[in-house]
């Protein structure tokens, strides 16, 4: 059983947004002239966690001969194009919208810069719902995930501990990250992560077209 959050903390790749098969596309593009491929066990390595320790297991991995910043300056430009028209997963944001009205407030926790942040969110309109953003690159956040400060900073945000926190997360990074933070998790299913690798989470779903059994539970 699910206990009723007092707040309610998102990621955003893959959680949210339809981003994570973005990524993959961005990351492929810069490997391809090198005759590598970007494959599933690689993406599930990197998923969720910091863009730089992300950037450097690529690199290593499939012996690029680029530097961390080569390639993150090369993903960014292929990127901005890409998040212009991100989709949102399935009913995101009709949950969003219906923990408004039910006065539960929520936060997001991403890994991703600011910058990219805002870009991603850009073309939806439920990024003003949200009480707090924390971002990868806040000056405040020492470890990214799936250390747990990210999702600690926000339940202060919040002014909720965080055993009256549940997180949504679809990544192995995030799950580990949430748990560490002694919440409760919601894992979103990803096509990019094994159904067994979620089996941190409290509760497995598929979209957000299954929330009303969360509901059911928490009335």
């Not at 971002?135 to 009256?164: E, H, T, V």
Request: proline fraction near 5%; aromatic fraction near 8%.
């Amino acid at each position: 059983m699910l206990p009723k959050p007092k707040a309610v903390i998102f990621d955003l790749d893959g959680t949210l947004l339809d981003t994570e098969r973005l990524y993959s596309l961005a990351t492929q593009e810069i490997v391809d002239p090198y005759g590598k491929t970007f494959g599933l066990t690689l993406k599930r390595k990197v998923m969720g966690g910091d863009a730089r320790v992300g950037a450097a297991l690529v690199i290593d991995h499939l012996e690029l001969p680029l530097t961390v910043d080569d390639f993150l300056n090369k993903r960014a430009v292929i990127l901005k194009k890409l998040f212009a028209n991100s989709q949102e997963i399935v009913g995101a944001g009709g949950f969003l919208a219906e923990l408004s009205s039910k006065g539960i407030p929520f936060a997001l926790a991403t890994s991703s810069n600011q910058a990219l942040c805002q870009l991603k969110l850009s073309r939806h309109r439920w990024k003003t719902l949200f009480s707090t953003i924390v971002c990868g690159d806040d000056p405040g956040l020492s470890r990214p995930k799936p250390a747990p400060d990210i999702f600690l900073m926000c339940a202060r945000a919040l002014k909720q501990s965080p055993y009256n926190c549940v997180v949504f997360e679809d990544s192995v990074n995030g799950i580990t990250a949430a748990v560490s933070a002694g919440m409760s998790v919601v894992a979103i299913e990803s096509p990019y992560v094994a159904t067994d690798d979620l089996s941190g989470a409290d509760v497995i779903i598929e979209n957000y077209q299954q929330h009303s059994r969360l509901f059911a539970q928490w009335a």
